[in-house]
């Protein structure tokens, strides 16, 4: 089991950047696909990125491919979401998921086990 923290959202103007990190602890961390996710007012929890266990490999959903980055560090326990030409449709509550390796990307909630609280990004001008 892992138990995972989000942290880096806050305001930023369109066109910005921030990079988000989620802190895991647990010892199986890298045995987890990691998966970034976010959710605005009303709507649903919608996929963004995801890493496989050693980092190798990454997975994104077309609205972010070429704007958000995803990256992992095993040694200390951490993947981040580096998020850059930022709109205000991006505002949302951002969160990280983990989900037992398997040998497909998990692009929906259903797919992943742990969860963290999430954290704000608003984009406004």
């Known amino acids: 089991q892992v138990q995972l923290v989000e942290s880096g959202g806050e305001w930023v103007q369109p066109g910005g950047s921030l990079r988000l990190s989620c802190a895991a602890s647990g010892r199986a961390f890298s045995d987890y696909i990691m998966g970034w996710f976010r959710q605005g007012p009303g709507e649903e929890r919608e996929f963004l990125a995801a890493?496989?266990?050693?980092?190798?490999?990454?997975y994104f959903a077309d609205s972010v491919k070429g704007r958000f980055t995803v990256s992992r560090d095993n040694a200390n326990n951490m993947v981040y979401l580096a998020m850059n030409s930022l709109k205000p449709e991006d505002t949302a509550v951002y969160y990280c998921a983990a989900a037992r390796s398997t040998p497909t990307w998990g692009t929906t909630p259903d797919k992943y086990d742990y969860w963290g609280q999430g954290t704000q990004v608003t984009v406004s001008s």
């Open positions: 890493i496989n266990s050693n980092g190798r490999r990454t």
